[in-house]
């Protein structure tokens, strides 16, 4: 069994920042990719950025891009989210997810990954 458990967020001001950490359990870590999503009250499931099983890879949602950095260090089987120049609009839970992957492969579709985290909350006021 696979578990993910995220942590890191919080209540901050806009402009400020946070650092979200995703610890994944079992020993086969760095044969997943990664990814971050979000999903504010009455809103879909938002990708985020993902991450390929060797850090060598990644790619973001435009409304993040420029903002959040995802990385992942496979020694310590956790998968982060730097957050910066943080909008009340990034205001929502944010989740991780883990699937078994292809080296070099990453996913952006929430419904391609086979684990997930129980999410923590961001709040960004104004």
């Known amino acids: 069994q696979v578990s993910l458990v995220e942590s890191g967020g919080g209540l901050v001001q806009a402009g400020g920042s946070l650092r979200l950490s995703c610890a994944v359990s079992?020993?086969?870590?760095?044969?997943?990719?990664m990814g971050w999503f979000r999903q504010a009250p009455g809103k879909e499931r938002e990708f985020l950025a993902a991450?390929?099983?060797?850090?060598?890879?990644?790619d973001y949602a435009d409304s993040v891009k420029g903002r959040f950095t995802i990385s992942r260090d496979n020694a310590k089987n956790t998968v982060y989210l730097q957050m910066n120049s943080l909008k009340p609009d990034d205001t929502a839970v944010y989740s991780c997810?883990?699937?078994?992957?292809?080296?070099?492969?990453?996913?952006?579709?929430?419904?391609?990954?086979?684990?997930w985290g129980q999410g923590t909350q961001v709040t960004v006021s104004s």
């Open positions: 079992g020993r086969t870590f760095s044969s997943y990719a």
């Open positions: 997810a883990a699937r078994t992957s292809i080296y070099y492969m990453y996913y952006k579709d929430p419904g391609d990954y086979h684990y």
């Open positions: 991450i390929s099983r060797s850090g060598s890879n990644t």
